[in-house]
């Protein structure tokens, strides 16, 4: 079973920054996009940034600027790096990858637990 750990919440002062890491516990074949998704209280949940397994990267307007995504394949892991955080950050953040198991087998989706992330001074 493929399980996305999450690392790097916290509690930050407005305009401070955090870095969140999401690595992929097991082995896998292949790892198409990744991204990183977050939920506040009351709210749907909402893509923040993703990036395909080439580079590309995509964000929400709300935090163009500010959040930048990264992977590294060899480690099977994705960052997101949050400069200047706002108190409107505040949510729990969640990872998520389209990832191939075995050659041969279908694309899946999974979901990391997610990591709290407060912005409060």
Request: charged share 20%; with cysteine; aromatic share 10%.
């Amino acid at each position: 079973q493929v399980q996305l750990v999450e690392s790097g919440g916290g509690l930050v002062q407005p305009g401070g920054s955090l870095r969140l890491s999401c690595v992929a516990s097991t082995s896998i074949f292949s790892i198409n996009r990744m991204g990183w998704y977050r939920q506040a209280p009351g709210k749907e949940r909402e893509l923040v940034a993703d990036i395909t397994s080439g580079g590309s990267t995509n964000y929400a307007d709300s935090v163009k600027g500010r959040f930048t995504i990264s992977r590294d394949n060899a480690k099977n892991t994705v960052y997101l790096q949050m400069n200047s955080l706002k108190p409107e950050d505040t949510a729990v953040y969640h990872c998520n990858a389209e990832l191939r198991r075995f050659f041969l087998s279908q694309i899946n989706d999974y979901w990391g637990q997610g990591t709290q992330v407060t912005v409060s001074s």
